[in-house]
């Protein structure tokens, strides 16, 4: 065999080994995250939060998402100490544009709701810079009105619902 003829097999080789490789941990990712998901669903928070942390789903899983499963978990625990301390670790990472509005949205809204303003009227400083001043409006009101109950604060760019579709 000549040089070309060695070079191209190995070419191939290294294609397949990496496609299979992709393949391999997109199957161990589906299958991490349906368990984090089940063991979230059923209650079962221990067994979570042990396999969240664990190398396989470090591996298998982004750092957002596996931060985002986190936040819901304390959110269905109730756990509002450990909710706003993960809102902290999540608006501390490097994210793109889109997930950064949606977290900080999020954020917004249960900052206001714990009646914590001094957060809220932080992360209502960097919603200003988004230039969506019917976002930011409903954001401003919603500060200033926390703790009256209220609807959600509509997530940034969305469409607004029409009034017959809450009936």
Not at 38 to 62: I, Q
Not at 82 to 89: E, I, M, S, T
Not at 92 to 99: G, I, N
Request: with cysteine; hydrophobic share 40%; aromatic share 8%.
């Amino acid at each position: 065999m000549d040089a070309s003829t060695i070079l191209t097999i190995a070419g191939l080789a290294l294609v397949i080994a990496v496609g299979g490789a992709q393949a391999a941990l997109e199957i161990v990712r589906r299958s991490q995250f349906k368990k984090l998901r089940a063991a979230m669903m059923d209650g079962r928070f221990d067994e979570f939060f042990s396999r969240v942390e664990s190398r396989l789903c470090r591996t298998a899983l982004p750092a957002y998402t596996r931060e985002h499963l986190k936040l819901n978990a304390y959110l269905m625990q109730g756990d509002t100490g450990q909710v706003a301390a993960q809102f902290d670790r999540m608006l501390a990472l490097r994210l793109p544009k889109r997930e950064r509005r949606d977290l900080v949205g999020k954020a917004f809204t249960f900052f206001a709701d714990q009646r914590d303003r001094p957060r809220a009227e932080q992360l209502l400083e960097e919603i200003r810079t988004w230039n969506d001043g019917d976002f930011e409006a409903e954001c401003a009101r919603r500060l200033e009105k926390a703790g009256a109950p209220q609807r959600k604060c509509r997530e940034p760019h969305a469409p607004q619902r029409s009034p017959r579709a809450h009936r």
